[in-house]
T-cell receptor
Framework: GAGVSQSPSNKVTEKGKDVELRCDPI?????LYWYRQSLGQGLEFLIY????????KSGLPSDRFSAERTGGSVSTLTIQRTQQEDSAVYLC???????????FGQGTRLTVV | TQLLEQSPQFLSIQEGENLTVYCNSS?????LQWYRQEPGEGPVLLVT?????EVKKLKRLTFQFGDARKDSSLHITAAQPGDTGLYLC??????????FGTGTRLTVIP
């Protein structure tokens, strides 16, 4: 596709359930980022993938959060045993290489009830 | 995690006024980017500054990277309602990770 695609665009889940959020980056982009954004706030870094290097997971808030990137392309962010404080917009971005623009998807709005 | 503090957090001004948004950190960044985000959308890049002391102009927007590459500012001249949005700075670390600031929500009143 022409841009970064995220799915689903909206997800409502019950507390304690697991959720998977998907990100399709721009083809050929080596870097992929996941961020979390609460209403009107800045972006909280979660995890960063760069090529075949080990991902930087330093931003994951707890061991309930995990992410993988298969074949250097599609990425999935998994949240296990969701809690109400996990409610936020989860944004994915990809970039071609260093110093270059990060292109964002439209995000997945997660609501935990 | 690198911390980038933006100020002010909220700014509401009349059309035609000037404003400056600040982005400060105790960390050194290899480059710094400014993004603008509108409701329901992802952030979109406005500019990248790479060299300490660098100044870039984009129409009515002027971006400056601090000499020590720890801070940056965004100045808007004669603000227009179309400038309304959430402005985010983002610093690129030596490990090529991209950390975002706390955001400045700008409202320009016609």
């Amino acid at each position: 596709g022409a841009g970064v695609s995220q799915s689903p665009s909206n997800k409502v889940t019950e507390k304690g359930k697991d959720v998977e959020l998907r990100c399709d980056p721009i083809s050929g982009h080596t870097a992929l980022y996941w961020y979390r954004q609460s209403l009107g706030q800045g972006l909280e870094f979660l995890i960063y993938f760069q090529g075949n290097s080990a991902p930087d997971k330093s931003g994951l808030p707890s061991d309930r959060f995990s992410a993988e990137r298969t074949g250097g392309s599609v990425s999935t962010l998994t949240i296990q045993r969701t809690q109400q404080e996990d409610s936020a917009v989860y944004l994915c971005a990809s970039s071609l290489w260093v110093y270059t623009e990060a292109f964002f998807g439209q995000g997945t709005r997660l609501t935990v009830v | 995690t690198q911390l980038l503090e933006q100020s002010p957090q909220f700014l509401s001004i009349q059309e035609g006024e000037n404003l400056t948004v600040y982005c400060n950190s105790s960390s050194v960044f290899s480059s710094l980017q400014w993004y603008r985000q509108e409701p329901g959308e992802g952030p979109v890049l406005l500019v990248t500054v790479v060299t300490g002391g660098e100044v870039k102009k984009l129409k009515r927007l002027t971006f400056q990277f601090g000499d020590a590459r720890k801070d940056s500012s965004l100045h808007i001249t004669a603000a227009q309602p179309g400038d309304t949005g959430l402005y985010l700075c983002a610093g690129l670390t030596g490990a090529n990770n991209l950390f975002f600031g706390t955001g400045t929500r700008l409202t320009v009143i016609p």
